[in-house]
């Protein structure tokens, strides 16, 4: 049996509010996520989402408790150590989108390749197959401001799946698509 894509022990962060007192923003016992499962992740505005994954993604560092990533520790590396195991494995599609405005949507979605290990695709045509996946290869000469906001959550969208990652973490994937192509984006090979 292969390591999970994702496993959590006692994972825990803390804030100071503006007091100077500490509020658990996340605790999570445990939570084991197999190789090509999906899992969502639903709350209120404020309840952790973000959190989770910013830590599991190694953005933010755990106060304690463990994130592995294909059985890599997350936890506990410096932050260069953290954004070198990110690369290595993690596709993170943010809730902003995160596209460099200098950059085609093409540049862009190889960009989120840079670190990643090749798996004996070359780095553009992978990505122009990723911008295929979520229909834009018509735009990948375009830069995000040419884009509609829906198109620029697209870019994003195939640039955290270009490598292929062992893990995708998105954050609010859909918001800014229409309720077709959200459907279609959810139930695609991510």
């Known amino acids: 049996m292969s390591e999970p894509a994702l496993s959590i022990r006692d994972l825990r962060k803390t804030f100071r509010d503006p007091e100077g007192g500490v509020f658990v923003a996340l605790d999570v016992p445990s939570l084991d996520v197999?190789?090509?499962?999906?899992?969502g992740v639903r709350g209120e505005s404020g309840s952790g989402k973000t959190t989770l994954l910013n830590l599991i993604a190694g953005i933010l560092p755990a106060d304690s408790?463990?994130?592995?990533?294909?059985?890599?520790?997350?936890?506990?590396?410096?932050?260069?150590?953290?954004?070198?195991?990110?690369?290595?494995?993690?596709?993170?599609?943010?809730?902003?989108?995160?596209?460099?405005?200098?950059?085609?949507?093409?540049?862009?979605?190889?960009?989120?390749?840079?670190?990643?290990?090749?798996?004996?695709?070359?780095?553009?045509?992978a990505a122009e197959e990723a911008l295929a996946r979520v229909g834009l290869s018509d735009r990948r000469a375009y830069r995000p401001a040419q884009l509609s906001v829906g198109q620029q959550q697209r870019v994003a969208s195939a640039r955290a799946r270009a490598g292929p990652p062992t893990l995708i973490l998105a954050d609010e994937p859909t918001s800014s698509l229409d309720e077709a192509r959200a459907a279609v984006q959810s139930g695609s090979d991510a």
């Open 65 to 125: 408790g463990s994130v592995m990533i294909a059985g890599e520790s997350m936890t506990g590396r410096s932050e260069t150590a953290r954004d070198a195991l990110r690369a290595k494995h993690i596709g993170y599609l943010f809730q902003t989108f995160n596209l460099l405005p200098g950059l085609t949507a093409l540049e862009n979605v190889q960009l989120g390749m840079t670190f990643r290990p090749r798996q004996g695709t070359a780095p553009r045509k």
């Open 34 to 39: 197999a190789r090509g499962e999906h899992v």
